[in-house]
């Protein structure tokens, strides 16, 4: 199978029909084998707009929202990004070939191996991976030219706001999981912040401490 093939028309029919732009983000989604990314027995759902389970209660998301995602966040070659929700790894590749470093954090250790193995097989060494709590962010690894979000927090959490660069921008869906907005916050100045709605979205929960509990009742 062509998988090059396969690709483009993903691209050209879930992506740029929906009008995605960024060069950047679409020679990404040309490039990074989406079928590596999904379990195996998956793969002939891999090119499909939707989003695929990966275990854990988890998914990998639909493309399209994240070329938006990838595209709202006004990406840079020179760029620092931290993705929170590493899931698959799928985003963080596609980000690994836009900019130059990546920090990527996930909650379940399983899902985060699986994708470091994954990152080390293509040869993907612009991306580190760490188990943990993202919602507290990296702090570590900041500032950060851009943060994305992958799943849906009650509100925007401080440390993500506070970990970005001046002018870093910040993609986030908030809110319940019958009523998520996606947003981009934007550092203005040491302690301003510009917020845009960026439209309704559905993802899973980001759940810890300064997000959801893993309890609460919305997602249990
Ligand atoms: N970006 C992923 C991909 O390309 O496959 C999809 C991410 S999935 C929609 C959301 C992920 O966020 C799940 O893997 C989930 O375990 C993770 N997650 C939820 N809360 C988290 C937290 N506080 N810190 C880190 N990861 C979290």
């Not at 929906?18 to 998956?42: C, L, N, Y």
Request: hydrophobic share 40%.
């Amino acid at each position: 199978m062509d998988m090059t093939r396969i690709r483009d028309r993903m691209v050209e029919h879930h992506v740029t029909r929906r009008g995605i732009r960024d060069p950047g983000v679409t020679e990404a989604m040309r490039t990074v084998p989406r079928e590596k990314f999904v379990p195996p027995g998956s793969e002939e759902f891999a090119y499909e707009d939707a989003p695929l389970a990966i275990g854990e209660g988890q998914t990998i998301s639909q493309p399209f929202i994240v070329a938006l995602m990838l595209e709202k966040a006004n990406l840079d070659a020179g760029d620092t990004v931290l993705e929170v929700g590493t899931g698959s790894g799928y985003a963080s590749a596609l980000l690994s070939r836009i900019t130059r470093h990546v920090y990527s954090i996930e909650r379940h250790e399983r899902l985060a191996l699986q994708a470091k193995e994954r990152f080390e097989k293509l040869e993907y060494r612009n991306i580190d991976v760490r188990v943990g709590d993202g919602s507290k962010g990296w702090a570590e690894a900041a500032p950060f030219d851009a943060i994305i979000v992958s799943a849906s927090a009650p509100e925007v959490p401080t440390a993500l706001k506070e970990q970005l660069g001046l002018g870093g921008r910040l993609i986030i869906p908030v809110g319940r999981c019958d009523a998520q907005r996606l947003k981009r916050v934007t550092r203005t100045g040491d302690a301003t912040f510009e917020e845009e709605d960026l439209g309704g979205v559905l993802f899973v929960p980001l759940i810890g401490e300064d997000a959801w509990t893993a309890t609460h009742p919305m997602y249990t």
